[in-house]
């Protein structure tokens, strides 16, 4: 088994030979040649892990290769040769994505090194590649189950924003997810393959916050035995998640904004600031601008965090999701109980689809794994559903259609409930109810409720 594939580029025979040559011996499946043309057209028929370029040639030099190798092969490393060696050229060269930059005349011994390394990170890449998909296998993607048009256009912009490497701040209300689009976000990013680190800043006092974040070296403190490196410093090359930001004492809001614009942090005790590459996604349930007015929170952290803003609408204005997230939550808890519950009765989703939900999507989770935990058959009844819920339902089943119900209307759903309660019971429904039986009966015939 060969340790990669590698194309070598470069006009002149005697630089070719030798370092064909010696990347054969080395391991690699080699394929050379002394045209920039026919290295292109190598390009064209097939993928390539690394490859080894002069830069200065005849008709098609080693940028052109490298800009077909962005296009077309993202994944190829491209390390360039020239003899031609300045400061400009190989900042230009790195900054198309260039792996490495070597000076002629150059030591075998150095191709060999910086090959390895490049065929090293490919490795790495597959790797982790591999790895994610296996979870994604076992845990599903990053996914945010909705079918409300709201929705999708918000996952649209953030899909799109994604990229882009902006800072974001999200709002809401508790529960609608917040945390969950900042990990899609990360996922959709190129700092996906990075770290996704999150802190609830309202969880902790100002001492052990900054600690979390900057980290401290040894020494720093009575305990501080050795370094520790800040979720800042950890979170270097993806995202951190900074949960309920507006918590953030406004010391700490100060020290913040200077790593934002700086991109450096000073770690408790340290005499040197460590440089960091973070993209920030903050969150938060209250409403900063009005916090900003009152002099709550930092203007200029508000506007360093909040170059696009996500609002996450409550699940009470998408209705249509509940359904979809209610069988999603379903299943979820029915694996991990070891469960055989596949089923929401009709008359409990009516009940979910009628109820407000002041805890939004969280608490939906919480009510179908209580649901799945009771269950003693293959379907969520509303009997398993919480009291508080239940009686809920009572006085705002009819609410989604607009208006407030008729005495009738009430009548109906209250015994119809009731029945439905006592498990078709018309006995112990009319003793519940307070009337004999033959009343219910003739209740029943004249709101044509018998087969309840």
Request: charge should be neutral; aromatic fraction near 6%; charged fraction near 30%.
């Amino acid at each position: 088994m060969t340790k990669g594939r590698l194309l070598i580029v470069d006009d002149e025979k005697v630089a070719i030979k030798n370092l064909e040559h010696v990347m054969k011996k080395e391991g690699y499946e080699v394929v050379a040649t002394q045209s920039g043309g026919n290295a292109l057209a190598h390009l064209e028929k097939q993928a390539f892990d690394v490859v080894l370029t002069d830069l200065r040639m005849e008709k098609i030099d080693g940028m052109q290769i490298l800009r077909k190798c962005r296009e077309s092969h993202p994944d190829t490393e491209v390390v360039l040769i020239t003899g031609f060696a300045t400061l400009e050229s190989a900042v230009d060269a790195m900054k198309h994505g260039a792996f490495y930059y070597i000076a002629k005349p150059f030591r075998l011994d150095e191709v060999r090194k910086v090959v390895a390394e490049a065929m090293e990170k490919i490795r790495l890449r597959r790797e982790n590649r591999a790895l994610r998909e296996q979870v994604e296998g076992f845990q599903g993607k990053v996914r945010i189950i909705t079918q409300d048009a709201g929705m999708q256009r918000l996952l649209e912009m953030t899909r799109q924003i994604a990229p882009t490497d902006c800072n974001v701040l999200i709002t809401g209300e508790s529960g609608t997810g917040k945390e969950l689009f900042a990990q899609y976000l990360h996922h959709h990013s190129r700092r996906a393959e990075g770290p996704c680190l999150a802190i609830n800043c309202g969880a902790f006092n100002e001492d052990l916050l900054a600690n979390e974040l900057f980290g401290h070296a040894k020494g720093a403190f009575t305990g501080a035995g050795s370094d520790r490196k800040g979720l800042l410093e950890a979170a270097t090359g993806g995202t951190l998640f900074l949960d309920e930001i507006t918590e953030m004492p406004p010391t700490m809001q100060v020290k913040l904004l200077r790593v934002i614009q700086e991109r450096e942090v000073l770690p408790l005790g340290a005499t040197r600031p460590v440089k960091v590459d973070v993209r920030f996604v903050a969150a938060t349930n209250r409403d900063v601008q009005d916090m900003v007015r009152r002099g709550e929170f930092r203007q200029d952290l508000w506007f360093r965090l909040n170059v696009v803003n996500l609002h996450i609408p409550p699940l009470s204005r998408r209705r249509d999701d509940v359904p979809l997230l209610a069988y999603h939550f379903l299943k979820k808890c029915a694996a991990r109980m070891d469960k055989r519950v596949s089923e929401i009765a009709p008359e409990a989703m009516d009940i979910l689809k009628a109820y407000d939900f002041p805890g939004n999507v969280r608490e939906l989770e919480n009510i179908v794994e209580r649901g799945v935990a009771v269950a003693t058959g293959d379907i969520i009844e509303t009997a398993y559903l919480p009291d508080d819920l239940r009686e809920l339902s009572i006085r705002t089943f009819r609410k989604k259609e607009g208006r407030l119900p008729s005495l009738e209307e009430q009548e109906r759903d209250y015994i119809s409930w009731v029945l439905r309660d006592a498990g078709g019971n018309q006995t112990l429904a009319a003793q519940i109810l307070g009337i004999d039986r033959v009343s219910l009966w003739r209740k029943l015939k004249r709101y044509e409720l018998e087969k309840s």
